[in-house]
């Protein structure tokens, strides 16, 4: 197979490309999306004019009693980011039984393209958000299987081929809320959507340019666009069984790490000291910028964890033990902020130094890179082939569990609550992530085929 980026598939720049403009867009949008609803879209004066907002409240206040608009905002936000991520296994259905992965993919963009432009418009943001989930599903499974497939079974370099595009994720991630996100808050927030819509039609563009270094619908031979009429063999059913005991600590898990875009974001704005001094200026940090530093940690902390477990060869944690690290520092993190919630009168309206944000974000985010990408990787291993894109649909489920309702239920918590107390909650969650992903390691091993 020609290869050409670090030795890699020439189809990985063009999955890398397209990935990185679609997570600039999504990214962008999300960075502005908190601060969007809850300082202005439902305040009065605004939220009268955005349609089938009566209906869609009284939904959520059936479920949840009466709701000021900080936590309908954070249900909302939860909602958003939740469906976002189960949609996958509907566009892993569609492209592993009808239409192959490329079609569904196209789609996936044309439709978040249309939502980031509606988004423009204060009225459409139920049917704007309605577009970018559909959408976002199409997209994600199906771009995530096809860099499975482009390497050949066993193949080593699939590990680092999956680092290598989560890098692109969170080049785009860095991107979105500094251009997006800084054009919301700066010039508008209709400007801000608006250039998101214009990142999927770069996204788009790459797409096309790169289309025959893509890997063909359907994997790697026509044996697997037939096998999912064979019954599965024992083997394919323990990897499943194993793949699907890990999605409760996971859910966990991202019902903690999304609390950056929700209220980690509330934190920047209401309880930061964004002051800043360089060379004899002085300004104002832009809370939409906070959102970058998780993937900038990730763009510089990824190659160097691949140097250090390189260098450990076969000595490096497995992927359990990688995951629960993970866990752990995401608990960490949360720890880390209870001391400035503490210090600036428990969090009820003082001010801390932007540092200690800093300082969550790097924490966090070295725990996102210890599993998520090496999650990515598991499952596109442990999988049937001739299952790949559902499976990585699977692998999306614990996002819109825990990342999605998890997680914007727990932030309806954040107005009522100490914001110290509220950290060490999320850090107990974090920690008890660790603690399923640890009893269930040494069972897990041989069902994933790991001897460490």
């Given at each position: 197979?020609?290869?050409?980026?670090?030795?890699?598939?020439?189809?990985?720049?063009?999955?890398?490309?397209?990935?990185?403009?679609?997570?600039?867009?999504?990214y962008g949008m999300r960075a502005l999306l908190i601060g969007y609803l809850t300082k202005y879209?439902?305040?009065?004066?605004?939220?009268?004019?955005?349609?089938?907002?009566?209906?869609?409240?009284?939904?959520?206040?059936?479920?949840?009693?009466?709701?000021?608009?900080?936590?309908?905002?954070?249900?909302?936000?939860?909602?958003?980011?939740?469906?976002?991520?189960?949609?996958?296994?509907?566009?892993?259905?569609?492209?592993?039984?009808?239409?192959?992965?490329?079609?569904?993919?196209?789609?996936?963009?044309?439709?978040?393209?249309?939502?980031?432009?509606?988004?423009?418009?204060?009225?459409?943001?139920?049917?704007?958000?309605?577009?970018?989930?559909?959408?976002?599903?199409?997209?994600?499974?199906?771009?995530?299987?096809?860099?499975?497939?482009?390497?050949?079974?066993?193949?080593?370099?699939?590990?680092?081929?999956?680092?290598?595009?989560?890098?692109?994720?969170?080049?785009?991630?860095?991107?979105?809320?500094?251009?997006?996100?800084?054009?919301?808050?700066?010039?508008?927030?209709?400007?801000?959507?608006?250039?998101?819509?214009?990142?999927?039609?770069?996204?788009?563009?790459?797409?096309?340019?790169?289309?025959?270094?893509?890997?063909?619908?359907?994997?790697?031979?026509?044996?697997?666009?037939?096998?999912?009429?064979?019954?599965?063999?024992?083997?394919?059913?323990?990897?499943?069984?194993?793949?699907?005991?890990?999605?409760?600590?996971?859910?966990?898990?991202?019902?903690?790490?999304?609390?950056?875009?929700?209220?980690?974001?509330?934190?920047?704005?209401?309880?930061?000291?964004?002051?800043?001094?360089?060379?004899?200026?002085?300004?104002?940090?832009?809370?939409?910028?906070?959102?970058?530093?998780?993937?900038?940690?990730?763009?510089?902390?990824?190659?160097?964890?691949?140097?250090?477990?390189?260098?450990?060869?076969?000595?490096?944690?497995?992927?359990?033990?990688?995951?629960?690290?993970?866990?752990?520092?995401?608990?960490?993190?949360?720890?880390?902020?209870?001391?400035?919630?503490?210090?600036?009168?428990?969090?009820?309206?003082?001010?801390?130094?932007?540092?200690?944000?800093?300082?969550?974000?790097?924490?966090?985010?070295?725990?996102?890179?210890?599993?998520?990408?090496?999650?990515?990787?598991?499952?596109?291993?442990?999988?049937?082939?001739?299952?790949?894109?559902?499976?990585?649909?699977?692998?999306?489920?614990?996002?819109?569990?825990?990342?999605?309702?998890?997680?914007?239920?727990?932030g309806t918590f954040w107005e009522k609550m100490d914001k110290a107390v509220f950290f060490a909650?999320?850090?107990?969650?974090?920690?008890?992530?660790?603690?399923?992903?640890?009893?269930?390691?040494?069972?897990?091993?041989?069902?994933?085929?790991?001897?460490?």
């Amino acid at each position: 197979m020609n290869r050409l980026l670090f030795g890699h598939p020439r189809g990985l720049a063009i999955l890398f490309g397209t990935e990185m403009w679609e997570r600039l867009s999504y990214y962008g949008m999300r960075a502005l999306l908190i601060g969007y609803l809850t300082k202005y879209l439902l305040l009065p004066g605004h939220v009268e004019g955005v349609l089938f907002y009566a209906p869609v409240k009284a939904a959520f206040e059936a479920l949840a009693g009466p709701l000021s608009p900080q936590p309908f905002a954070s249900l909302l936000y939860g909602t958003y980011t939740g469906l976002v991520y189960a949609t996958p296994l509907l566009g892993g259905w569609l492209a592993d039984r009808w239409l192959g992965q490329r079609t569904v993919a196209i789609a996936g963009m044309l439709l978040m393209a249309a939502g980031h432009f509606l988004m423009a418009s204060e009225a459409m943001l139920f049917p704007a958000l309605l577009l970018l989930i559909f959408g976002g599903g199409f997209f994600k499974t199906n771009t995530s299987s096809q860099v499975g497939f482009l390497y050949a079974p066993g193949d080593p370099a699939r590990d680092s081929g999956y680092a290598i595009f989560y890098v692109g994720v969170n080049v785009g991630g860095l991107l979105g809320p500094l251009i997006c996100g800084g054009l919301g808050e700066m010039a508008g927030w209709h400007y801000g959507f608006a250039a998101a819509g214009f990142g999927l039609l770069f996204a788009l563009a790459i797409y096309f340019a790169g289309w025959r270094y893509l890997p063909p619908d359907g994997g790697r031979t026509v044996a697997t666009v037939a096998a999912p009429r064979q019954n599965l063999s024992p083997d394919e059913w323990k990897a499943i069984i194993a793949l699907a005991l890990l999605l409760l600590p996971l859910t966990l898990y991202w019902a903690c790490n999304e609390q950056w875009g929700n209220t980690l974001t509330l934190w920047s704005i209401d309880n930061t000291d964004r002051s800043i001094a360089l060379f004899g200026w002085h300004g104002e940090i832009p809370w939409t910028w906070f959102q970058a530093l998780n993937p900038l940690v990730i763009f510089f902390g990824t190659p160097m964890l691949l140097s250090i477990w390189k260098r450990q060869g076969p000595r490096q944690p497995g992927t359990a033990r990688k995951m629960l690290i993970g866990c752990l520092l995401m608990s960490a993190a949360n720890l880390l902020m209870i001391v400035p919630a503490l210090l600036t009168g428990r969090g009820a309206g003082g001010h801390a130094s932007w540092l200690w944000l800093l300082g969550y974000y790097v924490v966090m985010t070295m725990g996102e890179i210890h599993l998520y990408p090496v999650g990515l990787s598991l499952f596109s291993k442990a999988a049937p082939a001739r299952m790949a894109s559902l499976m990585m649909g699977l692998y999306f489920v614990p996002n819109f569990l825990g990342g999605g309702f998890l997680q914007g239920w727990l932030g309806t918590f954040w107005e009522k609550m100490d914001k110290a107390v509220f950290f060490a909650m999320i850090a107990g969650i974090a920690a008890a992530a660790a603690l399923v992903i640890r009893l269930l390691e040494r069972p897990l091993r041989p069902l994933l085929k790991e001897t460490a």
